[in-house]
């Protein structure tokens, strides 16, 4: 009960500082709250499972896409068009997932950087369909129940996208399904030997994230009412994966500290120092990955430990 | 014969290559039973071990657990049918308390699936599961340790939690690899009476192992392996004088 509570004060408190905030840091706050749920997700799967994996950005900008192609270019109702949505990424992420689940990591990590590139290509490619390298635009939130949800109200939406991706990861960690994925990441060969499916459990996990990701991109869609390719690219893929390592991999509050802190630190610094505040990060992923590979978490529990 | 054999391995070959490191071999462990298996470095103990564990394919024969050939099935379904293991080098899972090692042990024995997980409904069962790894954490002796980091654990609590661990998946056969290796006399002697209780509970137990003192006051029969070839086969009396044994262990002047 008093847990039920702290998820509604939660909620409450995250979502009611949106109606504090002007349209332009409402804009900031709903990208941060985006982030913060990649991160969580993809900690997830590289932290807690050990798959080290590029797409997560990829099925981010397959579900913000699919939504609204699904809905604009082919005209199929809302409810509709959300879960053919979540179809597609789950079918390409067992496409991707199934074959490389019989061997080592390393190819999990290349199979999914084709992937990202892939579908970078798709998007430039697509013609009418996906509006090539400029995207698709000028769309808008249907109307449910005869209203649309706008302003901060929306962000509300993405705060419990937020919490129950959190929800949802928190209870799989907790369960023989998260204590399988660890014990696969520590060692599969042993987890093996205690009953655990290798194979299914690194498939299970990546398939369960990649749709977590592909939610997350179905809202992010009607946060600028626009997708285009660039989004969807690499370099977001790299930065979610550094979010996750200078947070604290396998640990919730390290995803949601690291994504934080990386989000604001070019908000805060390039006032400052300009363009150099990319320098700034490199330094901070380079000390982390040599100095606390457990990351700020990890340097937190350190102190406290040590006082 | 008290009870039905539970472990039966017929002709059981594996060649590397061009090394036959077990070869024809044959033995039953009984339900309760303590069958130790001993034999000089290289003499196949450990290949044998692996070979009923899954983790090697085998060359030719038959491995019949409860009655089913378990040879050939992957290492996750062998242990799902109730053959757990421990190593002989410790190897906790690190990332993990203690508790939640010995849950990995019970993986195969959750009922709920993933639904229920996401769904709140696994956690009633997560809570029985979560006491029934205590009451073995209290078993094997780490009562006070459920959520110690493994990482601080001394060698012998570590070889404790592997036998919590193995225990937690329910086993009708455990399987221990040199459990004595490393250990102080000791921890020997309270090892002996842990694997002595767990007999006791009628699961059957094959125990690899190098140390002859050791096993034979605990085994209940005795099987030697010799360059993968089983020598010798009885009770822990007749094979401390068997002279094939003492020409392995000790060389052939020895026996003569």
């Not at chain 1, 349209?23 to 080290?52: E, M, P």
């Given at each position: 009960?008093?847990?039920?509570?702290?998820?509604?004060?939660?909620?409450?408190?995250?979502?009611?500082?949106?109606?504090?905030?002007?349209?332009?840091?409402?804009?900031?706050?709903?990208?941060?709250?985006?982030?913060?749920?990649?991160?969580?997700?993809?900690?997830?799967?590289?932290?807690?499972?050990?798959?080290?994996?590029?797409?997560?950005?990829?099925?981010?900008?397959?579900?913000a896409y699919s939504v609204v192609i699904f809905l604009f270019q082919f005209h199929l109702p809302?409810?509709?068009?959300?879960?053919?949505?979540?179809?597609?990424?789950?079918?390409?992420?067992?496409?991707?997932?199934?074959?490389?689940?019989?061997l080592e990591g390393f190819y999990l990590a290349l199979a999914t950087l084709a992937l990202a590139?892939?579908?970078?290509?798709?998007?430039?490619?697509?013609?009418?369909?996906?509006?090539?390298?400029?995207?698709?635009?000028?769309?808008?939130?249907?109307?449910?129940?005869?209203?649309?949800?706008?302003?901060?109200?929306?962000?509300?939406?993405?705060?419990?996208?937020?919490?129950?991706?959190?929800?949802?990861?928190?209870?799989?960690?907790?369960?023989?399904?998260?204590?399988?994925?660890?014990?696969?990441?520590?060692?599969?060969?042993?987890?093996?030997?205690?009953?655990?499916?290798?194979?299914?459990?690194?498939?299970?996990?990546?398939?369960?994230?990649?749709?977590?990701?592909?939610?997350?991109?179905?809202?992010?869609?009607?946060?600028?009412?626009?997708?285009?390719?660039?989004?969807?690219?690499?370099?977001?893929?790299?930065?979610?994966?550094?979010?996750?390592?200078?947070?604290?991999?396998?640990?919730?509050?390290?995803?949601?500290?690291?994504?934080?802190?990386?989000?604001?630190?070019?908000?805060?610094?390039?006032?400052?120092?300009?363009?150099?505040?990319?320098?700034?990060?490199?330094?901070?992923?380079?000390?982390?990955?040599?100095?606390?590979?457990?990351?700020?978490?990890?340097?937190?529990?350190?102190?406290?430990?040590?006082? | 014969?008290?009870?039905?054999?539970?472990?039966?391995?017929?002709?059981?070959?594996?060649?590397?290559?061009?090394?036959?490191?077990?070869?024809?071999?044959?033995?039953?462990?009984?339900?309760?039973?303590?069958?130790?298996?001993?034999?000089?470095?290289?003499?196949?103990?450990?290949?044998?071990?692996?070979?009923?564990?899954?983790?090697?394919?085998?060359?030719?024969?038959?491995?019949?657990?409860?009655?089913?050939?378990?040879?050939?099935?992957?290492?996750?379904?062998?242990?799902?049918?109730?053959?757990?293991?421990?190593?002989?080098?410790?190897?906790?899972?690190?990332?993990?308390?203690?508790?939640?090692?010995?849950?990995?042990?019970?993986?195969?024995?959750?009922?709920?699936?993933?639904?229920?997980?996401?769904?709140?409904?696994?956690?009633?069962?997560?809570?029985?599961?979560?006491?029934?790894?205590?009451?073995?954490?209290?078993?094997?002796?780490?009562?006070?340790?459920?959520?110690?980091?493994?990482?601080?654990?001394?060698?012998?609590?570590?070889?404790?939690?592997?036998?919590?661990?193995?225990?937690?998946?329910?086993?009708?056969?455990?399987?221990?690899?040199?459990?004595?290796?490393?250990?102080?006399?000791?921890?020997?002697?309270?090892?002996?009476?842990?694997?002595?209780?767990?007999?006791?509970?009628?699961?059957?137990?094959?125990?690899?192992?190098?140390?002859?003192?050791?096993?034979?006051?605990?085994?209940?029969?005795?099987?030697?392996?010799?360059?993968?070839?089983?020598?010798?086969?009885?009770?822990?009396?007749?094979?401390?004088?068997?002279?094939?044994?003492?020409?392995?262990?000790?060389?052939?002047?020895?026996?003569?």
């Open positions: 009960m008093s847990s039920l509570l702290r998820w509604l004060g939660a909620a409450l408190l995250l979502a009611g500082a949106a109606f504090l905030l002007s349209d332009y840091h409402n804009d900031v706050y709903r990208k941060l709250l985006l982030w913060v749920t990649l991160a969580l997700s993809y900690n997830f799967l590289f932290g807690i499972c050990g798959q080290i994996a590029f797409s997560h950005f990829a099925f981010y900008g397959i579900g809302f409810p509709l068009a959300i879960l053919l949505g979540i179809a597609l990424c789950i079918l390409f992420a067992l496409a991707v997932a199934i074959p490389s689940a019989r590139q892939l579908f970078i290509v798709v998007l430039n490619e697509g013609g009418a369909v996906t509006g090539g390298p400029g995207g698709l635009a000028n769309y808008k939130l249907p109307e449910f129940l005869g209203t649309r949800i706008r302003g901060p109200w929306y962000t509300a939406v993405i705060v419990l996208l937020l919490l129950g991706t959190l929800a949802v990861l928190w209870r799989l960690d907790r369960s023989w399904f998260g204590r399988a994925c660890r014990a696969v990441r520590d060692n599969p060969e042993v987890a093996a030997a205690m009953g655990v499916d290798v194979a299914r459990t690194k498939v299970t996990a990546f398939t369960l994230t990649s749709a977590l990701a592909g939610i997350a991109g179905m809202v992010y869609a009607f946060v600028d009412n626009t997708v285009n390719p660039p989004i969807f690219g690499l370099d977001n893929a790299f930065l979610l994966l550094f979010m996750v390592i200078v947070g604290g991999a396998g640990r919730h509050a390290g995803a949601i500290i690291g994504a934080a802190l990386l989000f604001l630190v070019p908000f805060v610094l390039s006032p400052l120092i300009g363009h150099h505040h990319v320098l700034v990060f490199g330094v901070l992923v380079v000390a982390a990955i040599l100095l606390q590979p457990r990351g700020l978490v990890g340097l937190y529990d350190a102190i406290r430990r040590h006082p | 014969m008290p009870s039905a054999a539970i472990l039966e391995v017929r002709g059981l070959t594996k060649r590397f290559g061009g090394l036959t490191a077990v070869s024809s071999l044959g033995f039953e462990v009984r339900e309760g039973e303590i069958l130790g298996m001993i034999g000089p470095n290289g003499a196949g103990k450990s290949t044998t071990f692996n070979l009923i564990a899954g983790t090697y394919a085998a060359t030719q024969g038959e491995v019949r657990f409860a009655g089913e050939q378990i040879l050939g099935l992957p290492p996750h379904r062998i242990a799902a049918r109730g053959v757990m293991r421990t190593f002989q080098h410790n190897r906790p899972f690190g990332g993990m308390p203690v508790i939640d090692n010995v849950l990995v042990g019970a993986h195969t024995r959750f009922a709920s699936g993933l639904w229920a997980v996401v769904g709140g409904r696994a956690l009633r069962e997560e809570t029985q599961r979560r006491k029934r790894a205590a009451e073995l954490i209290e078993f094997v002796g780490l009562g006070e340790l459920p959520h110690a980091d493994v990482a601080t654990l001394s060698f012998g609590q570590g070889r404790l939690l592997e036998i919590a661990r193995a225990l937690a998946g329910e086993p009708r056969l455990l399987l221990f690899d040199e459990p004595a290796a490393g250990l102080t006399l000791a921890e020997c002697e309270r090892l002996a009476g842990i694997i002595r209780g767990i007999a006791a509970r009628g699961i059957a137990v094959l125990l690899i192992e190098h140390d002859m003192h050791f096993l034979l006051p605990l085994a209940q029969r005795v099987a030697v392996l010799n360059f993968g070839v089983k020598i010798a086969d009885g009770l822990p009396e007749q094979i401390r004088n068997h002279p094939a044994v003492l020409e392995a262990y000790l060389g052939s002047h020895a026996a003569a």
